[in-house]
């Protein structure tokens, strides 16, 4: 199985703030990637797929990079509503597996 | 607009059954694989299943392989989740999640999620 590896686990950031979570995976997964935003009490949102595509939608402050095993995500300037939970997910092999989780807090 | 609503969440005795059900409005239902995703209170997420569009290929995660069965009918737009043998750590929001991307292995749309609680 591929192992998703987020970090950091949670930060601390302001309105305003450029915020980047790094995701690794264990073995190559080519740009086999996506990323996700959950707020609480709600269910997870596609933002980036593909490594670096924005779905239809989501604001262009969300961008996505990265390629093999290290990949990006990154948020150009927070927003009130960008306080939560971002992960990451691989799409290359079965079992799909997620990143741990990065909480983003004010 | 695309629709996925989860419903047959509940309390279940451990060593109990509990059967889920999806039902899919807004897209082809026939044309997309389909997911189960959980995720366990205060935890991230975990992906548990996978049914191909036709039906033809299925796969699930280890920890619920030979416990949690995956079904569809396309004729009525409806995906299902059965559970066996329920533990204590199958405790979860349960989420139906329409796939995308190459091989559907991608999650474009989530349903609300339906809760799932394993306790005696």
């Known amino acids: 199985d591929i192992q998703m590896t987020q970090s950091p686990s949670s930060l601390s950031a302001s309105v305003g703030d450029r915020v980047t979570i790094t995701c690794r995976a264990s073995?190559?997964?080519?740009?086999?990637l996506n990323w996700y935003l959950q707020k609480p009490g709600e269910a997870p949102k596609l933002l980036i797929y593909a490594a670096s595509s924005l779905q239809s939608g989501v604001p262009s402050r969300f961008g996505g990079s990265g390629s093999g095993t290290d990949f990006t995500l990154t948020i150009s300037s927070l927003r009130p509503g960008d306080f939560a939970s971002y992960y990451c997910?691989?799409?290359?092999?079965?079992?799909?597996?997620f990143g741990g989780g990065t909480k983003v807090e004010i | 607009q695309v629709q996925l609503v989860e419903s047959g969440g509940g309390v279940v005795q451990p060593g109990g059954s509990l059967r889920l059900s999806c039902a899919a409005s807004g897209f082809t239902f026939s044309s997309n694989g389909m997911h189960w995703v959980r995720q366990a209170p205060g935890k991230g997420l975990e992906w548990v299943a996978f049914l191909r569009y036709d039906g033809n290929n299925i796969y699930y995660g280890d920890s619920v392989k030979g416990r949690f069965t995956i079904s569809r009918d396309n004729s009525k737009n409806t995906l299902y989740l059965q559970m066996n043998s329920l533990r204590a750590e199958d405790t979860a929001v349960y989420y139906c999640?329409?796939?995308?991307?190459?091989?559907?292995?991608?999650?474009?749309?989530w349903g609300q999620g339906t809760l799932v609680t394993v306790s005696s």
């Open positions: 997910q691989q799409s290359y092999s079965m079992p799909l597996t």
């Open positions: 999640v329409r796939g995308s991307g190459y091989g559907d292995t991608s999650f474009d749309y």
């Open positions: 073995q190559s997964i080519s740009t086999y």
